[in-house]
Structure formats: C-alpha cells, structure tokens
C-alpha cells in the first residue's frame, strides 16, 4: 500500500488543521493506522492510532483530548484532526499502515509509511 499526508501547514497555537493520509494500491480496510510526528533533533514519536474497522482508536497522553483520529475506508483516507494546538505540536506528521489487528504505537511495528506533512504551530 502507497500513503499520501496532506495538510500541513501554518497556524496559531489554539488553532485547528485536519491532516489526511491517502491509501492507495491496497484496501485500507486491510490495515490498522497510526500517526507519528517528528520534531527536529527528536525521535519519531506516536501520536494517535485506529483499528481496522475504525471502532477502536488510542491516543498519545499528550494530544488525547485535542487530536481525533477517524477513517473512511470507503474514500481510502484516514485523517488526524488537531485542535488547540501548541507550539509543542510542531513537528512533520507521518501516516502509517500495518496489517494487524492491534493498536499499534510503536515506529517498529509499522510496515508503510506515508512521506511527512510540516505541521507549524506559531505562539
């Protein structure tokens, strides 16, 4: 399966932006998903995550609350909307797939990664 992240960009702490991880080459219904972020000189850390089916999702302590992950298998796109962001937030998101059941939270257990989105939150 091929990913595609769109919707980065500029906003103001307290702000919104939705991202979306376009699937293609494969059903996305097949996998479980996750978003990771990576803020320069970090390491790639979990953000959220959903289950195949999109009735279970997991979220990292520091965006539970302010981040929803959801899926439309039917449209191949899984999205990541962010509300009141922080400057903490600024990092380059990641989309990825794994053919399992599970909530998956870390980079290893991962198989398909889409290329980042620049996510900038400005105070």
């Known amino acids: 399966v091929q990913l595609q992240a769109s919707g980065g960009g500029l906003v103001q702490a307290g702000g919104s932006l939705r991202l979306s991880c376009a699937a293609s080459g494969r059903t996305l219904s097949d996998y479980a998903m996750g978003w990771f972020r990576q803020a320069p000189g970090k390491e790639r850390e979990f953000v959220a995550a959903i289950s195949k089916s999109g009735g279970n999702t997991y979220y990292a302590s520091t965006v539970k609350g302010r981040f929803t992950i959801s899926r439309d298998n039917a449209g191949n796109t899984v999205y990541l909307q962010m509300n009141s962001m922080k400057p903490e937030d600024t990092a380059a998101y990641y989309c990825?797939?794994?053919?399992?059941?599970?909530?998956?939270?870390?980079?290893?257990?991962?198989?398909?990664w889409g290329q980042g989105t620049q996510v900038t939150v400005s105070s």
């Open positions: 990825a797939a794994v053919g399992n059941t599970y909530l998956n939270t870390r980079v290893y257990e991962y198989d398909y």
